[in-house]
């Protein structure tokens, strides 16, 4: 089957960096997307790796390493408007060729000010 | 020009009505989902058409049915609504090829008294 594990809350001060981590554990792994959802909000979609290394995106950027099925969202210059959940979800070829999406549990962020 | 859009946003209702969902995308996708969150957030798949065609269908009861009458629209009709089905719905689309990035619908806040 498929497993995600994420740190379930995170808390960090305006103007700092914060990294969420996401471990995977799946049998057809295609890429690991990562999701921003605000309370009382839907999910809106922040960052895709599906090879090693690390994608920026102004000031979050994500990180992926295949062999050691961890990546990571880096959220930097912190704003309170960051103040989110972030969710992990993995693409996998072996449930039904990639089509759907295995989500975490999500990371709730606070930041404080 | 909403992008993914669900009526109603929120319906409350007893145990054993029928009630449906309505989504509805302007984007050209070509593969819409539907999702359910529950109180602790976490966001599962139920159901994903592409191109009018089920193409997952997870392990969902089968008091739930989707219908898709078209590629831009995906309906989710629930009967003899539970307890338990209390939850958040989005509907979502996303191009076969890119389901990494899915566009979530603003959610339809299901309560079952």
């Known amino acids: 089957g498929q497993s995600l594990e994420q740190p379930s809350e995170v808390t960090a001060v305006e103007g700092a960096i914060v990294q969420i981590n996401c471990t995977y554990q799946?049998?057809?792994?295609?890429?690991l997307s990562w999701y921003q959802q605000h309370d009382g909000g839907a999910p809106t979609f922040l960052s895709y790796?599906?090879?090693?290394g690390l994608e920026e995106t102004g000031r979050f950027s994500s990180f992926l390493s295949r062999s050691d099925s961890y990546g990571y969202l880096l959220l930097q210059e912190l704003q309170m408007k960051d103040s989110a959940s972030y969710f992990c979800a993995v693409r996998d070829w072996s449930r039904n060729a990639g089509n759907m999406l295995t989500f975490g549990g999500g990371t709730r962020l606070m930041v404080k000010p | 020009d909403t992008a993914v859009s669900q009526t109603p946003k929120y319906l409350v209702t007893q145990m054993g009505n029928d009630k449906s969902i309505k989504c509805e995308q302007n984007l050209g996708h070509d593969t819409m989902y539907w999702y359910k969150q529950d109180s602790k957030k976490f966001l599962k798949i139920m159901f994903s058409y592409n191109n009018k065609e089920l193409i997952i269908n997870e392990t969902v009861p089968n008091r739930f049915s989707p219908k898709s009458p078209d590629k831009a629209h995906l309906n989710l009709h629930i009967n003899s609504l539970e307890l338990g089905d209390s939850a958040v719905y989005f509907c979502?689309?996303?191009?076969?090829?890119?389901?990494?990035?899915?566009?979530f619908g603003p959610g339809t806040r299901l309560t079952v008294l």
């Open positions: 790796n599906a090879l090693d």
């Open positions: 979502a689309s996303s191009q076969r090829t890119s389901g990494h990035t899915q566009y």
């Open positions: 799946t049998s057809g792994f295609y890429g």
